[in-house]
């Protein structure tokens, strides 16, 4: 069964640094989500991505974030200098065309630990 | 604008009893709700999906759900628990045209030998 992959599985880094996660999405999926987990908090929403461009973002979702399909199979998270209250557990996910309901995949997630 | 609850943070069972995982929502549109799984050091695996068609909903693993709209819960629920179940279960709400999902904050589900 086809999968989302998320590269690193763990990924440590000093506080100031720039970071970039990776996800190969589902091959025929169009649309494109990341989500974080903070440990002990709720999954949270982080942004959408379709057609090459944000549908969708969050609060969380500021200015030191970005998100970039650079080769129409990978799909990158990039936080520009990192914060201590960045280290999360970060999810890839993607889902087909058709209605708003499609399920959406998971990749394992890349564990960032800010330090 | 959605919300979801999941009562109860913990939930302990023994081997072939019920499980029963308690999700509430809030939507003010017509929901679509999920159950995921998530075992330990993997990523989030969908269970089951409700998406406006049959109020009883079957996944995978023998896990079903209900969908009770005047209750606004979508209860998670499966009648005998295998040891292979202990894992972090996780609802969520969508609605209308609007994909993010918003979650609940996970109940850990041990079974007992």
């Known amino acids: 069964e086809p999968e989302v992959t998320q590269t690193p599985s763990h990924q440590v880094t000093q506080m100031g640094q720039e970071v970039i996660l990776r996800c190969v999405p589902i091959?025929?999926?169009?649309?494109f989500y990341w989500y974080r987990q903070i440990l002990g908090q709720k999954v949270e929403f982080l942004v959408s991505?379709?057609?090459?461009?944000?549908?969708?973002k969050s609060e969380i979702f500021d200015d030191q974030f970005s998100v970039e399909r650079p080769d129409g199979s990978n799909f990158t998270l990039k936080i520009r200098s990192t914060k201590l209250e960045d280290s999360a557990m970060y999810f890839c996910a993607s889902s087909g065309a058709g209605l708003s309901n499609q399920p959406q995949h998971f990749g394992d997630g890349t564990r960032l630990s800010i330090l | 604008a959605q919300s979801v609850t999941q009562l109860g943070s913990h939930v302990s069972v023994s081997e072939g009893a019920l499980v029963l995982l308690r999700c509430n929502y809030s939507?003010?549109?017509?929901?679509?709700l999920f159950w995921y799984v998530q075992y330990p050091n993997q990523g989030l695996q969908l269970l089951l999906k409700?998406?406006?068609?049959a109020t009883l909903v079957k996944g995978i693993n023998g896990f079903e759900a209900e969908f009770k709209k005047s209750e606004t819960s979508f209860h998670l629920t499966k009648p005998s628990a295998h040891m292979s179940d202990a894992a972090e279960y996780f609802c969520a709400v969508s609605a209308g045209n609007n994909r993010k999902l918003i979650w609940g904050l996970g109940t850990s589900l041990a079974v007992n030998p």
């Open positions: 409700y998406t406006s068609a």
């Open positions: 091959s025929n999926h169009l649309y």
């Open positions: 939507s003010s549109v017509p929901p679509y």
């Open positions: 991505f379709y057609n090459n461009e944000i549908s969708e």
